[in-house]
C-alpha cells in the first residue's frame, strides 16, 4: 500500500469528537441594597432680602444752630454715643431764668405761708374776719401751684438743654451726615442722618400659598412648630457662598396674603455678631418645612436619562430594571427620593457600569448609610 493511501484509511479509521457547544458568558456581579428609610428634615429655599432690624432717623427735638459734629460718616455707635451738638447758649440762658422763676416762685410761697400762719391765730380770737383767712388761704393755694409750674418750667428748660446734645438712642451704624457745623436744625423736622441696627438682623421673604398651607398642615401635625412664636428654624446663604452657614429662627409672619402676588410675608431673625450681613443685600434663605419619612439612595447610584432621573434596580431573576424617581436634597450625603421607588425595592449601588436595563446581573448584598465624610461634620 501506498504510503498516501495508508495515511488515507488511518485517517478514515480514527473517530473525531464533536465541538462542543460554546458556553454563555457568566452574569456580571454588581451590589445592590434596600434604599434606607429613615426621618428627614424637609427644607424649602427662598429668595430673602437683609433688613436691618431696627432703622432711626435722627432728627433734632430742639431747633438750634449746629456747631459740631462728632462722627465719622458709617461709623459703628454705641447707645448714647455723642452725634451732633447744637448752640446750648440759648438753652442755658433758658435754664437760668426757669432757676429765677423758681426762686420768685419759692419767696411767694414763704411769704403765703407766713400769712397763713399769722392769721390763724388773730380768727380764732375773733381779732379777724374769717374771708381774710380765706384769702390767705387761696393766697398760699396760688403760690404753691405757681412754685410747681416753675419747676416744670425749669425742668423743660434743662430737658431742651439736654437736648442740644443729640445722641445715638441705640447701638448700630450711622449713614452719613445730612448737616454740617453752621446750619439751622428745625425741630422733628430736619433730617440729621439715619441709624441702622445690625445684630440681628432681618431676613424678608415671600411663601407661596401651598408652602403656607403645606407649614400649617405640618404644624397641626406636630412635625414642625407651630405659629412663628415658636420659631421654625431658618439657614441663610449668601450669594457667593456655598454653604447654609448662618442659622436664625422664623419671628413673624404675616396676616393676610398679597392680593396682586398670592404670597404671604414672612421674617427670620439672624444674628449678626460680624456685621457682615448688610441691610439691601439678597440671600438664598431655607426654611425648616417639618419631619417626614423618607427613602434615600447614594448619590453615584442616580443616572440620567431621557425623562429626568432614575435608579437601576435588580428583579427577583435577576433582570435589571430602571426606576424613574423625583429626587430631593442631600442628607448625610445620601440622596433623598421623594418618590418613584419602593422600600423593597434592590437598588445597584455597586458595578453600576456593568449594568444595563434588561440584562441579567449576578446580585450581591450590600447596605447603605450615611457617607463617611458626612459622619465625620
Known amino acids: 500500500m501506498l504510503p498516501g493511501a495508508a495515511a488515507v484509511a488511518l485517517a478514515a479509521g480514527t473517530t473525531f469528537a464533536a465541538p462542543a457547544a460554546a458556553q454563555a458568558p457568566a452574569a456580571p456581579p454588581v451590589t445592590v441594597a434596600a434604599p434606607l428609610a429613615r426621618s428627614v428634615a424637609q427644607w424649602d429655599e427662598h429668595t430673602g432680602r437683609i433688613e436691618a432690624s431696627a432703622r432711626v432717623e435722627i432728627r433734632p427735638r430742639v431747633s438750634g444752630q ?4 462728632h462722627f465719622e460718616d458709617g461709623a459703628l455707635v454705641r447707645t448714647g454715643d455723642l452725634l451732633f451738638t ?13 432757676r429765677a422763676e423758681v426762686a420768685r416762685a419759692e419767696a411767694r410761697l414763704t411769704l403765703a405761708e407766713q400769712q397763713v400762719q399769722r392769721y390763724t391765730p388773730l380768727v380764732a380770737q375773733r381779732f379777724a374776719p374769717e374771708s381774710e383767712m380765706d384769702t390767705r388761704r387761696s393766697s398760699l393755694r396760688e403760690a404753691q401751684a405757681g412754685l410747681a409750674g416753675a419747676r416744670a418750667a425749669l425742668r423743660q428748660a434743662e430737658l431742651d438743654l439736654e ?5 445715638a438712642p441705640r447701638p448700630g451704624r450711622v449713614s452719613d451726615r445730612r448737616v454740617d457745623a453752621g446750619n439751622l436744625v428745625q425741630q422733628g423736622i430736619t433730617l440729621l442722618t439715619t441709624l441702622v441696627a445690625l445684630d440681628p438682623v432681618y431676613v424678608i421673604f415671600d411663601a407661596s400659598e401651598a408652602h403656607y398651607l403645606r407649614y400649617a398642615r405640618a404644624a397641626r401635625g406636630g412635625s414642625r412648630p407651630a405659629g412663628s412664636e415658636a420659631g421654625a428654624a431658618v439657614q441663610l446663604r449668601l450669594l457667593d457662598e456655598t454653604e447654609f452657614s448662618h442659622n436664625g429662627r422664623l419671628n413673624f409672619v404675616d396676616n393676610a396674603f398679597d392680593a396682586r402676588s398670592g404670597t404671604i410675608r414672612g421674617r427670620a431673625v439672624v444674628a449678626n455678631p460680624d456685621l457682615f450681613l448688610t441691610p439691601g443685600s439678597f440671600a438664598r434663605l431655607r426654611l425648616f418645612a417639618g419631619d417626614t419619612e423618607a427613602l434615600m439612595v447614594p448619590d453615584a447610584a442616580v443616572i440620567a436619562d431621557q425623562s429626568g432621573r432614575a435608579v437601576l434596580t435588580v428583579g427577583p431573576d435577576g433582570t435589571v430594571a430602571p426606576r424613574s424617581v423625583q429626587l430631593g436634597p442631600l442628607v448625610d ?14 437598588v445597584i449601588i455597586g458595578g453600576l457600569h456593568r449594568a444595563r436595563p434588561g440584562s441579567r446581573v449576578t446580585a450581591e448584598q450590600g447596605r447603605i448609610g450615611p457617607s463617611p465624610l458626612a459622619a465625620a461634620k
Open 66 to 69: 449746629v456747631t459740631q459734629v
Open 86 to 98: 447744637l448752640d446750648q447758649r440759648p438753652f442755658q440762658i433758658a435754664v437760668e431764668t426757669a
Open 163 to 167: 437736648f442740644s446734645e443729640i445722641r
Open 333 to 346: 450625603g445620601l440622596r433623598v427620593v421623594r418618590s418613584g421607588l419602593g422600600p423593597e425595592e434592590r
